[in-house]
Structures are given as C-alpha cells and as structure tokens.
C-alpha cells in the first residue's frame, strides 16, 4: 500500500533544541517537499527536493534544514534559529514536474514546551 | 503578495444544494490548477485539476471552471454531502518554470444538515 509516513504524529520541543522530522514515502516519487501551515494560512513551502542529493528553498527556509540522501527520505530539522516553531508540518511527494498532483503524509504537529 | 487568493474563509451549504467555492490568482503564468481537501489533523488530498488549456473539468459530483481572463477558478461540488464538510486549498504552478506549487489560505466548508 503506497503512501507517504510521517512520524512521529505529534512532537514535543524544548527551547534551544534542534528536532528532526521523519518523511518516507514508497510511491517512488522523484520530488519531496515540506509545508508549514499556520491556523488560518495556507500552505507555505520551507524546502524541496527534485532528486536525490539535491533541494532547494521554499518560501520560508530560514532556521530549517533537509537532506536527501535516499530518494524514498526527506527528513526536516527543525533547528533553534526558528524564532516560532510551534506549527503543523506536512510531507509531500509527487512524480516531479510541476503539473503532477502532490501526494501528502498526515503532518506532524510540533509544539515548543 | 498572494498569488493564490480564496476570499472567502468559510462557507456553509445546505445538504442536497450545490457548494461553489472560489479562488482568483495573480500571475498569468500559471497554467495549471488543482483542488485539495483537508481534514482536520490530516494531509490534504488531491481532488482535481485543470490544465489552462481547458476551461472545465468534471469529476462525478465535483467540476472545476477556469475563466482565464478574469483570472478565476472554481470549484463546484452537487450534491454537497456531509462528508464534504473540509477545508479546500486552491493551488497552482507555472509548468514552464519550477516544480513550486502555490496554494491559497483555504475555504472552511460547512454542510449543513
């Protein structure tokens, strides 16, 4: 059954902590990407992958990180240069060109302690 | 500057009765539009799409009308069913230039028994 894991579904942080999301997906899926959404804001993008060993910045990269080292992971780090990283982060996969629909994971929701 | 505007927050519909929602867009590169869905604590999901080359595009009790000139897309959903009670995202993307896929802010839709 082809999809997209996130986990964990929910995440704790302490202040001046880096935490990294897990995003895996096994549709075979060339592009990744990771979404913020804030209440009563759309989707913004933070990073995205178009191959293995390579991504690029969204809209709101700063205090984020990705790697790509595997085509099936996308992991994000969450580090302590986000000034307000309490939000729902979503995972998203598709085929690659821009007119293939993404595929998305069921967020993981972080929350600063 | 949004480039993906749903005006509307949120919206209620009688059960039976048709639900249009609307979204407007500002960059004229933008040749091809989707709709998502998004349930509260999950990803969204992809519910149809329009390239510009088209005007309308059906999907059972879902159709989506692209009026180029004015810059203007939406959604029809008849009958509206309980379970269409969601979030819906308008996005869009320019196929000639990235794999970047701007979303509007979302319409809250409410069915009402």
């Known amino acids: 059954d082809g999809g997209i894991t996130q986990s964990p579904k929910y995440l704790f942080r302490k202040e001046g902590q880096n935490v990294t999301l897990s995003c895996e997906q096994n549709l075979n899926h060339d592009a990744m990407y990771w979404y913020r959404q804030d209440p009563g804001q759309g989707l913004r993008l933070i990073y995205y992958?178009?191959?293995?060993?390579?991504?690029q910045k969204g809209d709101i990269a700063e205090g984020y990180s990705v790697s790509r080292e595997k085509k099936e992971s996308f992991p994000l780090t969450v580090t302590s240069a986000q000034k307000n990283p309490t939000a729902f982060y979503l995972c998203a996969s598709s085929m690659g060109p821009s007119n293939q629909p993404q595929h998305f994971g069921d967020g993981t929701r972080l929350s600063i302690l | 500057d949004q480039q993906v505007k749903q005006n509307s927050p949120s919206l209620s519909v009688q059960e039976g009765r048709i639900s249009i929602l609307n979204c407007d867009y500002t960059n004229s590169m933008f040749d091809y539009f989707l709709w998502y869905k998004k349930y509260p604590a999950e990803g969204p999901t992809f519910l149809i799409s329009?390239?510009?080359?088209?005007d309308k595009n059906e999907d059972g009790r879902f159709t989506v009308f692209l009026n180029k000139s004015a810059k203007h897309l939406s959604l029809h959903i008849v009958p509206s069913q309980p379970g269409d009670s969601a979030v819906y995202f308008c996005a869009a993307s320019a196929m000639s230039r990235d794999d970047k896929i701007i979303f509007g802010k979302g319409t809250r839709l409410h069915i009402l028994p």
């Open positions: 992958s178009q191959i293995v060993n390579d991504f």
């Open positions: 329009i390239s510009s080359i088209k």
